[in-house]
T-cell receptor, first 121, second 114 residues
């Protein structure tokens, strides 16, 4: 079963507008973490934002915010005031399990297939 | 700090050849990971090392071996390369036990197997 689903292969947005990239996940583990990474055309993976399953508030990092709806198992990324440099692939990822470094299999990330965002001037 | 470094950046192999991809981090992280990224897909975990001295299989380990040489270095070896291993390989590291335990990625190695 697919654990992370990104249903939008491609999105485009006008510069300075906001855009939402969708991510739904599937897990039976009560403790998990959700991440968003950006991959520009140069290829590197850049960490954007993190949300823990027990966090009470939605995570925010500058122009990035994570719309976390636990009951719906969704963790959408919102980018406000889009810039041309935001054009990239965006990946949602999930970590299952507790923060126990001695437990086997901990901190493995499962990635979605990604959404390609194009920002138009 | 250089963060996570990978060598080489590009490599072309013939079927059956072997090679080792090198990864090093200078952030004093305890856990390290190897992923592969195929066109149009997200990253998939090949092997990981939760701490120095331990390694475990991830989602797609067949055809690969790893060595956690020390706390800083984690190498990935292809003993007999196959065209199906053409991919971009990413190394990542994290400090377990901290809030969020974010994985930080190296720049990637683009491997082509002919």
């Amino acid at each position: 079963a697919q654990k992370i689903t990104q249903t939008q292969p491609g999105m485009f947005v006008q510069e300075k507008e906001a855009v939402t990239l969708d991510c739904t996940y599937d897990t039976s583990d009560p403790s998990y973490g959700l991440f968003w990474y950006k991959q520009p055309s140069s290829g590197e993976m850049i960490f954007l934002i993190y949300q823990g399953s027990y966090d009470q508030q939605n995570a925010t990092e500058g122009r990035y915010s994570l719309n976390f709806q636990k009951a719906r198992k969704s963790a959408n990324l919102v980018i406000s005031a889009s810039q041309l440099g935001d054009s990239a692939m965006y990946f949602c990822a999930m970590r299952e399990g507790n923060q126990n470094m001695f437990s086997g299999g901990y901190n493995k990330l499962i990635f979605g297939a990604g959404t390609r965002l194009a920002v138009h001037p | 700090n250089a963060g996570v470094t990978q060598t080489p950046k590009f490599q072309v192999l013939k079927t059956g050849q072997s090679m080792t991809l090198q990864c090093a981090q200078d952030m004093n992280h305890n856990s390290m990971y190897w992923y592969r990224q195929d066109p149009g897909m997200g990253l998939r975990l090949i092997y990981y090392s939760a701490s120095e001295g331990t390694t475990d299989k991830g989602e797609v380990p067949n055809g690969y071996n790893v060595s956690r040489l020390n706390k800083r270095e984690f190498s990935l070896r292809l003993e007999s390369a196959a065209p199906s291993q053409t991919s971009v390989y990413f190394c990542a590291s994290t400090l377990l036990g901290t809030g969020g335990d974010t994985q930080y990625f190296g720049p990637g190695t683009r491997l082509t197997v002919l």
